[in-house]
C-alpha cells in the first residue's frame, strides 16, 4: 500500500539524491491499463508539488500505450530536473521504453525487460473480428505490414498487374486509412525515439542501430530485451548493487501484491461460498511521497444466479469481453456489475 511505500521512496530518494515518482500501468488479465495522456496532469500535480530539482528518478512498470503520451510525459519530467533516470524493476515494454529513451540512463534490475517500439494502431476502421462485439477490433501492427511489403518484394513477383492484386488484396483486408496512418506512425515513431536518444546517446551510428533494432531488427513486438542486450544496443543501463536492487524489489513486490499483477481475475474465487461479493481493483498507479496517490480503480459486486449458464460463443482467445457479461461456472451464471471505474486521490 502507498503508506508502506512512502518509506521505501524516502530510502530510495536518499539513496539517489532525486525525488521518485512511480507510474504504473497494471497488466491483470481482462483488467489491463495503458499509458494515456488522461495521466498528463496527474503527473504535472506530483511535479509541481516537487517543484524543480535536479534529479528525479521515475520507477516505471508498464505494457505499453500511447505513443504520443509517453513523449509527452518525458518531456514534461524533464522541464523539472536536470537529470532523470528510468527505474525498471520489471516489464517496461512497447510506449515504456520509449519513454525510457528519454532519460539520461536506465536501471534495470535482473528480471527486467524493455521492448520494441513498432507502434499497433487500434481504430474503428480496424479488421473486424469474427463473433465479437463491433467495438473490438483487430490490432494492425506497423512492422507486420512493412514485413508483408518486404515478402512481396522478396517473393520474386515482380509483373505489376500481380503486385498490384497482393496490394489490392491488402487494402480488403486493412482500410486503405489504417494502411495510411500506418505509415506516418512508422516515421512519427523513428523521429520521436532520435529525438528522445540524444540525452543518452551521442554517436549517430549507434542511434541509428539502437532505432532500427527496437523498430524493425527484433522482429517481434514481444521480444524481451535484458539489461545485457540493452547496455550492448549502446543505451546507457545501470546495474544496481545488491542493497539497491532489493530496495527496488521491496517498491515492485508491494505494488505488485496490491494491484495483484499477473492474477487473473476468477468471479468464482472472488465469491467464495458467498452469494454476492463487492471487490474494487487498482489498475494504475501514479504516486510520490510530495503529492501523494492518484489510481485507477473499478468497483463492481458479483453474485450468483442459480439458474442453466449461458454458453459464451464466438469470442476468440485473448479479446476482452465486456462488462456485465455473464461467465458460465459450474451451471451457475455469476454476474459482474460494474458500479465505479476512474480515478481516485489518497494522501
Not at 442459480?306 to 456485465?324: E, K, M, R, S
Request: hydrophobic share 35%; proline share 5%.
Amino acid at each position: 500500500m502507498f503508506e508502506q511505500r512512502k518509506a521505501l521512496y524516502a530510502d530510495l530518494e536518499n539513496r539517489r539524491s532525486s525525488k521518485v515518482i512511480t507510474y504504473i500501468t497494471g497488466d491483470r488479465p481482462g483488467l489491463e491499463t495503458q499509458i494515456h495522456e488522461e495521466v498528463f496532469d496527474y503527473f504535472a500535480s506530483h511535479l509541481d508539488a516537487i517543484g524543480v530539482t535536479e534529479k528525479i528518478s521515475l520507477i516505471l512498470y508498464t505494457r505499453g500505450g500511447n505513443t504520443l503520451a509517453a513523449w509527452s510525459l518525458v518531456n514534461l519530467i524533464r522541464q523539472f530536473c536536470n537529470e532523470l533516470e528510468l527505474i525498471v524493476p520489471s516489464k517496461c515494454h512497447s510506449s515504456g521504453t520509449i519513454m525510457s529513451l528519454g532519460a539520461d540512463r536506465i536501471i534495470m534490475t535482473k528480471q527486467a525487460t524493455l521492448g520494441p517500439i513498432d507502434p499497433s494502431l487500434n481504430t474503428p476502421l480496424n479488421p473486424a473480428i469474427d463473433g465479437a462485439p463491433p467495438q473490438v477490433r483487430y490490432p494492425v501492427s506497423v512492422e507486420a505490414v512493412k514485413g508483408y511489403m518486404e515478402f512481396i518484394a522478396s517473393s520474386g513477383v515482380k509483373n505489376e498487374s500481380e503486385v498490384a492484386k497482393l496490394l489490392l488484396d491488402l487494402s480488403q483486408k486493412v482500410h486503405p486509412l489504417v494502411l495510411g496512418q500506418m505509415h506516418r506512425s512508422r516515421s512519427q515513431i523513428q523521429m520521436l525515439a532520435k529525438r528522445l536518444l540524444q540525452y543518452q546517446v551521442k554517436d549517430e551510428t549507434a542511434v541509428e542501430r539502437i532505432i532500427s533494432f527496437l523498430c524493425s531488427d527484433s522482429g517481434s513486438h514481444d521480444y524481451t530485451i535484458n539489461r545485457r542486450e540493452a547496455a550492448d544496443l549502446g543505451l546507457i543501463i545501470e546495474k544496481p548493487n545488491d542493497d539497491l536492487y532489493l530496495l527496488i524489489n521491496s517498491i515492485y513486490k508491494d505494488f505488485k501484491d496490491e494491484m495483484q499483477l499477473g492474477q487473473a481475475f476468477d468471479p468464482e474465487q472472488a465469491l467464495g461460498q458467498n452469494a454476492i461479493a463487492d471487490y474494487e481493483f487498482r489498475r494504475a498507479i501514479v504516486e510520490s511521497s510530495a503529492h501523494g496517490c492518484y489510481y485507477f480503480s473499478t468497483c463492481g459486486n458479483l453474485n450468483r444466479v442459480q439458474q442453466q449458464a449461458q454458453l459464451l460463443q464466438g469470442f476468440p482467445p485473448g479479446v476482452q469481453l465486456p462488462p456485465g457479461f455473464q461467465m458460465p461456472v459450474g451451471g451457475n451464471v455469476i454476474n459482474d456489475n460494474r458500479t465505479f471505474e476512474g480515478w481516485r486521490f489518497t494522501q
